[in-house]
C-alpha cells in the first residue's frame, strides 16, 4: 500500500512539474513580444513604434465577459479603451473584435461594436468577429477568415502569453499590448486555469485543428460595416 502511495505521488508530482514547466515555456518564450502595457496613462510611443515594426493589419481584440444591459465587463472595457488608444496613435489601421456570440441574447461582439463606435471609432474600420469562442479560434479566424498574419493582440498581461505563442504557432506575426489598468475579483483563479489554458493550447498549436466555424474570407483591409450583422 505505501509501495503504491509512493508511486502515485511520484506521478503526480511529476504531472504538476510538467504543467508548470509548459506554462512557464509559454511565457518565456512569447514575453518579447509584449510590447507594452497600458496602465490606463496611455500607451508610450517606444510601444507604438514596437508594433509599428511588423506593418500591422489590425488590432486583435479578444473578448470576455459582457454584462446586463450590454455594458463591457471592467475587463473588456480595458481591453477596448488599449486598442482604441492604439488605433487613434496610428498603430494600426482596423480593429478586429472577436468575442463569443454562441448563445441568442449574448453578443461580445455586438458590446463590442457598440463601445467602439461610442468612442467615436469610424465603423467602416472595426470588424466583428462572431464565431470567436476561444483564444484559439480567434486567432485562426483572423488569418483564416480576415486575412490578417500581422496583428497586434490586446488582453490582459496573463493572458498575452499563450495569445501570442498561439499566433506563433499559426504563423501570426504578433506583438502585444497588455490592458493591466486595474486588479478585478478572481484574479488568482483566473491565472491558475491559464496555467492549463497554456498546455491546451500548446498542444493544439502543434495540432492545429481548424476552429468550431470558417467561413468565406473577409479580407481586413475592406469595409469592416460588411461584418455588422450577425
Not at 19 to 26: D, I, P
Not at 82 to 107: C, F, M, V
Not at 169 to 183: E, H, I, M, P, Y
Request: some cysteine; overall charge positive.
Amino acid at each position: 500500500m505505501k509501495r503504491r502511495f509512493r508511486v502515485l505521488t511520484i506521478i503526480i508530482a511529476g504531472a504538476v512539474l510538467l504543467v508548470f514547466g509548459l506554462s512557464g515555456f509559454v511565457a518565456m518564450s512569447t514575453s518579447k513580444d509584449i510590447v507594452g502595457m497600458d496602465r490606463g496613462s496611455g500607451i508610450d510611443r517606444a510601444a507604438i513604434d514596437a508594433c509599428k515594426e511588423i506593418d500591422p493589419q489590425c488590432i486583435l481584440v479578444l473578448g470576455c465577459a459582457v454584462w446586463e444591459n450590454n455594458e463591457p465587463s471592467p475587463m473588456l472595457k480595458e481591453r477596448l479603451d488599449t486598442a482604441i488608444a492604439l488605433y487613434r496613435q496610428g498603430a494600426a489601421p482596423k480593429l478586429l473584435l472577436s468575442g463569443d456570440n454562441s448563445e441568442k441574447y449574448y453578443s461580445e461582439p455586438d458590446c463590442m461594436l457598440a463601445y467602439t463606435l461610442k468612442q467615436g471609432i469610424p465603423p467602416e474600420d472595426i470588424f466583428l468577429d462572431f464565431a470567436g469562442f476561444s483564444t484559439y479560434d480567434s486567432i485562426y479566424r483572423a488569418k483564416a477568415v480576415f486575412r490578417a498574419d500581422r496583428v497586434i493582440v490586446v488582453t490582459q498581461k496573463y493572458h498575452l502569453f499563450r495569445a501570442l505563442k498561439i499566433c506563433s504557432a499559426l504563423g501570426v506575426t504578433a506583438r502585444g499590448v497588455a490592458s493591466n489598468q486595474a486588479k478585478h475579483e478572481g484574479r488568482y483563479f483566473r491565472e491558475a486555469r491559464e496555467v492549463l489554458a497554456r498546455c491546451k493550447d500548446l498542444v493544439k498549436g502543434k495540432m492545429r485543428p481548424e476552429p468550431t466555424f470558417l467561413g468565406d474570407e473577409i479580407p481586413i483591409d475592406g469595409d469592416g460595416t460588411v461584418t455588422h450583422v450577425n
